[in-house]
Nanobody, 130 residues
Framework: AVQLVESGGGSVQAGGSLRLSCEAS????????MGWFRQTLGQQREGVAH???????NYLDFAKGRFTISRDSANNTLYLQMNNLKPEDTATYYC????????????????????????WGQGTQVTVAS
């Protein structure tokens, strides 16, 4: 079965950094739109960062300048480098994937409905203390 497994979350002080990883199996991360999302209790899940098959990146405003999305095709892994973390970044972070570009999955920004993301990881918790 397709699996997306997030790791790298944890507890850090404000101003610290984390690198989240999403190891994929059953799909190839390099041929499709991939995204990182976050969610807290009582809030809608929202996009944080997206990357196209050609490495064009799209970020929600709060993440610009602090977070970087990337992929390592050799390891079939998606990453989110998170720098200068703030307490308001505290959330569960999820990676997700749409269908391959060859099957029409080329829309890759925050406007794309969450329902289009066919595959989701289990999430990794990020907690930032002031």
């Amino acid at each position: 079965a397709v699996q997306l497994v997030e790791s790298g979350g944890g507890s850090v002080q404000a101003g610290g950094s984390l690198r989240l990883s999403c190891e994929a199996s059953g799909i190839t991360v390099s041929n499709r739109c991939m995204g990182w999302f976050r969610q807290t209790l009582g809030q809608q899940r929202e996009g944080v960062a997206h990357i196209t098959s050609t490495d064009k990146q799209n970020y929600l405003d709060f993440a610009k300048g602090r977070f970087t999305i990337s992929r390592d095709s050799a390891n079939n892994t998606l990453y989110l480098q998170m720098n200068n973390l703030k307490p308001e970044d505290t959330a569960t972070y999820y990676c997700a994937a749409v269908t391959p570009d060859s099957q029409g999955g080329i829309w890759c920004d925050v406007g794309r409905p969450l329902s289009d993301y066919k595959y989701w990881g289990q999430g990794t918790q990020v907690t930032v203390a002031s």
